[in-house]
């Protein structure tokens, strides 16, 4: 779809909403409305009798795109409906103006709904109805006239029209409803299926204690501030800290109308080989197999001078430092946002992007959707350090508004190492792929750069780097962090191939990487570059925007003057600078996706050394942490904080590793373009084996997790107040290695994984199915199933089995294919007979073990 056609279909809106037997049909409502009218104004007269005045004495008057009049004794409110906003749309816009972790990520400066909404009037009745804005037909095409078909809006509010001015055709309706329920957006979490009654729970919506907190009413939007108060008479679980009294919960919502922007906004459309967001429609009117008539998100940048090949702006994207920002960081935030004005000149843009700061005594806020504020905040459990969201206009696409929520725990050496190694181990891991969270906006970036920048710090501070190089960690990382903030809100999704740019010796080349992205774009979650060899060590993260992003704004900015003009530039997608896979395509959780080179928490085209690397590197560090990391006059907190951070940093290497195995490469160009290669290529033999070599040694061996005995000693934590009463507080290593392991085995035992070695071995893959299983069952037992066998392997040998098992009679097991469970079966039946063998006293014992297990799972089967 492109630019030309859309305004051809805009025109022609125009000339169908002109043809004659419309006109009739308007005329008609004509008449039917001024009866309305009427009925209303006599209605009101005879009953009540009284104006619009009557009703707002002792009201104050808050005049914008609708006006308000709030009650000076009881604060409640009126609202004026003109006549000529009846029958046009307006957007819908809510944020969070403040709220608690607890009540399920309601937390400030979050972004929630944006609609489009129309105000009709039935009677003597105004309703706010949401508009349905998901399908779009041509509106040539007869099919258009049915666009309604079985297609529902949304009546969000029926309220009565108190008073009407027949003069100045107004009408006044009470608007406490409006803003004081949950009319315009839902803002409590209904608890899910899953929920214990033990959970937190917020109570019910009391309206009687919500209240309006600020209104701010401008000629193109009115902004108000509700407090809402949920309350609840008793409660099981009060929550965390953050929360007072759990019986009564406020949360601090921002809800925006604004009038339906009409600037001549050019709508862009989607492309497979860029990542944007978007508004999804769909073409009902059209027969092709791609009936896709999807909005990318980006702002109305027009130039100021169209004839000039760079222009400034008409209107420049300008940020705001939020005057709550640390001053030794404002510098570092402004050259971070300024790096995409690189971008923007190639797009024919000059100071496209602008940086201010809020001035100390400003009577704004970030709660004003005029302003893009860069927010800093350092808040209980944040979920993010950093999170970028914005909100459109959904008839078009168009970028209203935008703002930047940073946390200071970004900066801080806490290690959430619990929730470290809970989330590797938990079982569950197997099969939450499919539940992964469905919010794209959504943006971890902050809590994977923490991790990433608190092992860059250890390894330097561990080879004796200087506080210079400790701040330039940290400067270059926030750096990286802004930038890809920033790219959120220009329209950018994430691009989680974009790491594979360069290689690794390119990587341990400081001269050659010295002020480059060290991928193709700022918005991968890339791991920070950190070299083994230290006098390799250039710079740690990106420093500027990458050759991706720079693609990507062109496309997303530049004026085009002809749709070829698009086309050839999208057809330079095949360049290796310009790769692209998102969040959909990235590997991260086990059996999800296919292609391993997007992924997170990775670096160079060549991860499986890069992965065997980055263990090394922390093996390495692992012998000398106790006398490294201990400090005296101080706990062994800090000690115990490096040591779940290394192993964390192993397992994520290993998991990268992992999914080379049944990995199929996957490209996006189109039939024909230049460069192109075939849509799906699988993993070559090598690479599979090699990764299969790889786990065998760094993860599955009995030596793979091995630390110096004497660490275990010292990995306590700092008693604080009875927080050893919940649980003790000894360090659970078996469960914490086990649990590493069965996040490697969760991705290459699971079904989809296992199916897809079996189908790849038709188009290419020749590392078979059958081969991939012996090679995996032998990792895990030859070693040493025939003398003694160490604690973790017999963990670890137990695990596999079970799993094993559960693949022909477990609860998933009708996910499996038949090939899948037959090698199961025969992996089985080679263990038993492994397992007859000596060693010492608890080796027996286990062995014993995996054979009674697999002896009940044959009798099972038959
Ligand atoms: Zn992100």
Request: hydrophobic letters at 35%; aromatic letters at 10%; a neutral charge.
């Amino acid at each position: 779809m492109n630019l030309k056609y859309y305004a051809c279909v805009a025109l022609a809106t125009f000339c169908f909403l002109n043809t004659s037997s419309l006109e009739a049909q308007s005329k008609k409502k004509k008449k039917r409305k001024n009866a309305d009218t009427e009925a209303v104004a006599q209605n009101t007269k005879k009953s009540k009798d009284k104006s619009i005045a009557d009703f707002i004495k002792s009201s104050k008057e808050i005049d914008g795109l609708f006006k308000i009049y709030q009650d000076t004794i009881n604060g409640s409110l009126q609202m004026i409906i003109s006549e000529d906003q009846i029958g046009k749309e307006f957007i819908y816009f809510s944020q969070i103006s403040n709220g608690v972790m607890d009540a399920g990520r309601i937390i400030k400066g979050s972004y929630r709904d944006s609609k489009v909404f129309k105000i009709e009037k039935y009677f003597n009745r105004i309703d706010f109805v949401t508009q349905n804005t998901a399908f779009y037909f041509d509106p040539e095409n007869p099919l258009s006239r049915s666009k309604d078909a079985n297609i529902s809006h949304g009546n969000m509010a029926s309220i009565d029209i108190t008073a009407y001015d027949k003069d100045k055709k107004l009408y006044l309706i009470k608007a406490d409803n409006l803003f004081l329920g949950e009319t315009f957006s839902q803002v409590k979490n209904p608890s899910g299926p899953g929920s214990k009654p033990t959970d937190f729970k917020l109570g019910n919506l009391d309206k009687s204690k919500s209240k309006i907190l600020q209104i701010s009413n401008y000629p193109e939007n009115i902004n108000m501030e509700v407090e809402y108060v949920y309350s609840s008479p008793y409660v099981l679980n009060n929550g965390s800290n953050a929360v007072a009294d759990g019986r009564n919960v406020s949360l601090k919502v921002y809800h925006s109308l604004i009038a339906m922007p009409e600037n001549g906004y050019e709508p862009r459309f989607d492309d497979p080989r860029v990542g944007f967001f978007t508004t999804e429609m769909d073409d009902k009117t059209s027969a092709s197999s791609t009936p896709y008539h999807d909005l990318i998100h980006r702002w109305n940048l027009v130039k100021k001078n169209p004839e000039l090949e760079i222009s400034e702006p008409v209107k420049p994207i300008t940020w705001w430092i939020e005057n709550t920002t640390p001053l030794e960081w404002r510098e570092t935030i402004k050259a971070g946002v300024l790096q995409w004005n690189k971008a923007f000149e190639k797009a024919g843009f000059k100071n496209a992007m602008v940086v201010k700061v809020q001035p100390d005594d400003a009577t704004w806020d970030a709660g004003d959707i005029r302003y893009n504020v860069l927010r800093w905040t350092s808040s209980p459990n944040p979920p993010f350090g950093g999170y970028g969201p914005s909100f459109v206009n959904p008839r078009t696409g168009e970028i209203l508004g935008a703002d930047i929520m940073l946390e200071f725990a970004h900066f801080s050496n806490r290690v959430f190492y619990d929730k470290v190694f809970e989330l590797a181990s938990t079982t569950e891991a197997f099969e939450n792929n499919e539940n992964t969270i469905n919010d794209h906006k959504f943006c971890t970036l902050g809590a994977e750069l923490h991790d990433e920048m608190m092992f860059a710090s250890t390894v330097a501070e561990a080879a004796g780097a200087t506080e210079l190089e400790l701040v330039r960690i940290k400067r270059e990382s926030m750096m990286a962090l802004i930038m890809h903030e920033v790219g959120h809100t220009l329209g950018l999704n994430h691009n989680m191939k974009a790491s594979q740019l360069y290689s690794p010796e390119q990587l341990n080349d400081p001269e050659f990487i010295q002020g480059k992205c060290l991928t193709a774009s700022v918005m991968d979650y890339a791991a920070l570059n950190v070299t083994r060899d230290r006098n390799k060590q250039g710079q740690y993260d990106d420093v500027t925007v990458g050759p991706y992003d720079i693609w990507a704004i062109q496309l997303g900015y530049t004026p085009f003057k002809t749709e070829k003009e698009r086309q050839d530039l999208l057809s330079e997608s095949t360049k290796p600078e310009h790769i692209f896979g998102n969040d959909a395509d990235d590997m991260r959780a086990p059996g999800k996706a296919i292609d391993p080179r997007v992924n997170v928490s990775d670096q160079s085209n060549d991860q499986i050394a890069w992965g065997i690397d980055r263990i090394e590197m922390s093996n390495d560090l692992m012998k000398d942490l106790k006398n490294d990391f201990s400090k005296t006059g101080e706990s062994y907190q800090e000690l115990r904080r490096v040591y779940y951070l290394l192993s964390s940093q192993k397992s994520s290497a290993a998991n990268a590793i992992s999914r080379f195995i049944g990995g199929v490469y996957v490209e996006r160009a189109m039939v024909g373009q230049e460069g192109a290669k075939q849509p799906y290529t699988p993993v070559s033999f090598k690479d599979q084996k090699r990764a299969m070599n790889a786990l065998s040694k760094y993860v599955f061996a009995p030596d793979a997790f091995a630390a110096p005995n004497d660490l275990y000693n010292y990995l306590a934590m700092q008693r604080r107040g009875f927080n050893f009463r919940s649980a003790p507080e000894d360090p659970k290593i078996h469960d914490q290695v086990l649990g590493y392991q069965k996040s490697v085995l969760s991705h290459i035992l699971h079904y989809n994984t296992l199916q897809r070695i079996s189908d790849s071995e038709l188009y290419g893959n020749t590392y078979t199915l059958s081969t991939m299983m012996t090679d995996l069952n032998d990792a895990i037992f030859k070693s040493d199933i025939n003398g003694n066998v160490n604690s973790f392997r017999q963990n670890l040998q137990l695990e596999y089995t079970n799993t094993l098992i559960d693949m022909l009679v477990g609860p998933r097991s009708s996910r499996y294919s038949n090939l899948a469970q037959s090698m199961a079966l025969y992996n089985l039946k080679t263990i038993k007979t492994m397992t007859n063998s000596g060693g010492n006293i608890s080796s027996k014992a286990h062995k014993q073990h995996l054979r009674a297990l697999i002896d009940n799972a044959l009798k099972e089967i038959k």
